[in-house]
């Protein structure tokens, strides 16, 4: 099975050339990774390669300067360890920090309310609505 995917996926009516390409892009990835400086390649990273242009995303408008400044540099290397590359466009693509779960304010019942919610589980039946006002009332505050 393993085989028949790769077979499919490097043939040219398959997805040869999204296989080609990405393998393209890897192989640039690496390359970037050594030839540019550690602060910058930790602050940056390839984004793709079109016709000869290799298209970085930088994370701030500092380190896209210093890109820009070092390009000519950076398609000579790439060049020379044989990729055809004319040029380095760089782009500011501020990396999202990973979204932190946000803790539920807590907020808690007056007095009056949770009297009137345990009223009103009292005189409901067994049934899903009761079990949760009942969970409600365990689980909150109260003010007091």
Known sequence: MPDLLQTYLQTADGAGKVLAHATLLARLARLYEE??????????????Y??????????????????????????????????????????????????????PALKPLSVRTSRELAALSDS???????QALDNLLARSAREE
């Open 124 to 130: 409901l039946p067994a049934s899903p609505l009761r």
């Open 35 to 48: 030839i540019a400086p550690r602060h910058l390649g930790q602050a940056s990273s390839l984004a793709n």
């Open 50 to 103: 079109k016709s000869g242009i290799v298209v970085i995303h930088a994370s701030s408008g500092a380190i896209a300067t210093k890109l820009r400044q070092m390009a000519p540099t950076l398609v000579d290397e790439i060049s020379r360890r044989g990729i055809e590359c004319s040029g380095i466009q760089i782009k500011v693509h501020a990396r999202q920090p990973p979204e932190q779960a946000r803790v």
